[in-house]
């Protein structure tokens, strides 16, 4: 139990984590209450990221309104949401201002907590228009793309492979404008649109994560896996929430049918050095490993194969499609037509899933006719 003295403005914690859990970590919980009786509730919870194991680390949080008018505040840390590790309370105390950097960390926490709070309201009462800014935001930092896959619908054709990569890249003036205005609100950036986002320039690429860095903000990416050695590093690594690689054929031959401009070799050793990079650093959050699988006649038969691969990679999500037809030379490989054909393997593949910790964005059976 804290007394709150006027000049108080935070609650500074100094944690250790001295086991990390098995599963996933996403976030810690503070929970607080005004009185010697007063419950906890998830209405009375601040979430924070812890980042490292085996290091102390301190957290500012702002001090509730709530508990700056009682004068009061009792606390209770829940360190693991999922699952189970050990840490330590090193410290805990109530600060006043003073202007360094945990005290700017925990103004932009406090405010990314009130753009969540506020999303959750305006999406519970499907408000049309909204006071607030988002809490994610997708950017696509250029159109274009050295690979030319045929069930793409920016670069399967030729003529729009060239015009899209014709398109110039996103700004480093907008990207500076956008990210001081907005970037403090945020939590997740998600990098997607027509091209290859880490085919940007390594200034911009650089900046990005400087900015990202700078705000909190963490980073989902869709990429061909054609230059992660070239873009990620451990500092980058910090601030990767899911790199989710598209693969679409497991043996050479259908890989390359499918991801025109590049071989399996050269995707595994760039899947490859991204697991070497997520899974040897000190992070308490290690970034997610996502498989994307575009289901077509040619690579069907290897969709049990791919679900194996995924186990064994241990990926954290698979993100798994039915072919659009964009063009109609597409038609050929499109497996609506063939609903026995594709419950067959998507069958297998499934069942291997049965027990398996991994979140799933998979279509389901087809029905039969």
Not at 51 to 60: G, K, L, M, T
Not at 270 to 299: E, F, I
């Amino acid at each position: 139990m804290f007394r709150v003295k006027k000049e108080d403005l935070y609650i500074e914690l100094a944690l250790r984590i001295k086991k990390a859990p098995v599963n996933r970590y996403d976030f810690s919980k503070l929970y607080f209450s005004t009185g010697i009786l007063g419950r906890y509730s998830e209405e009375r919870a601040i979430c924070f990221r812890l980042q490292n194991v085996h290091q102390v680390e301190r957290i500012r949080v702002l001090i509730p309104d709530e508990a700056r008018e009682a004068g009061w505040v009792k606390l209770r840390l829940e360190a693991f949401v999922q699952g189970h590790g050990e840490f330590d309370v090193v410290s805990a105390a109530l600060v006043p201002e003073d202007g360094d950097e945990l005290s700017r960390q925990a103004y932009l926490l406090g405010l990314k907590e009130w753009v969540r709070a506020q999303v959750v309201h305006s999406e519970s009462r499907q408000l049309a228009q909204v006071p607030h800014l988002p809490e994610s935001l997708s950017l696509e930092l250029t159109a274009a793309c050295n690979l030319h896959c045929s069930h793409c619908s920016s670069h399967g054709d030729e003529n729009e492979h060239r015009m899209n990569n014709r398109r110039p890249a996103f700004s480093q003036d907008v990207l500076e404008s956008l990210a001081h205005e907005v970037f403090p609100y945020l939590t997740l950036i998600n990098l997607v649109g027509r091209g290859e986002p880490s085919m940007v320039s390594m200034p911009l690429w650089n900046r990005l994560f400087e900015l990202c860095e700078a705000y909190n903000v963490l980073v989902t990416c869709v990429t061909n896996g054609t230059f992660v050695k070239q873009r990620f590093d451990e500092r980058k690594i910090r601030w990767v929430d899911t790199l989710t690689f598209s693969i679409d054929g497991i043996t050479d031959e259908v890989f390359a049918a499918n991801r025109t401009g590049a071989d399996l070799p050269t995707f595994k050793k760039n899947l490859d050095y991204y697991q070497t990079l997520r899974r040897g650093s000190d992070l308490l959050r290690r970034p997610r490993l996502g498989l994307s699988w575009t289901l077509k006649r040619n690579n069907i038969h290897e969709f049990p194969d791919f679900i194996r691969f995924a186990i064994e990679s241990e990926a954290d999500l698979l993100y798994v499609r039915h072919l659009l037809l964009f063009r109609p030379e597409d038609a050929e490989q499109s497996l609506v037509g063939e609903p026995e054909l594709c419950n067959h393997y998507l069958s297998i593949g499934y069942a291997l899933l049965e027990g398996q910790q991994i979140k799933l964005d998979v279509p389901p059976l087809a029905v039969a006719a």
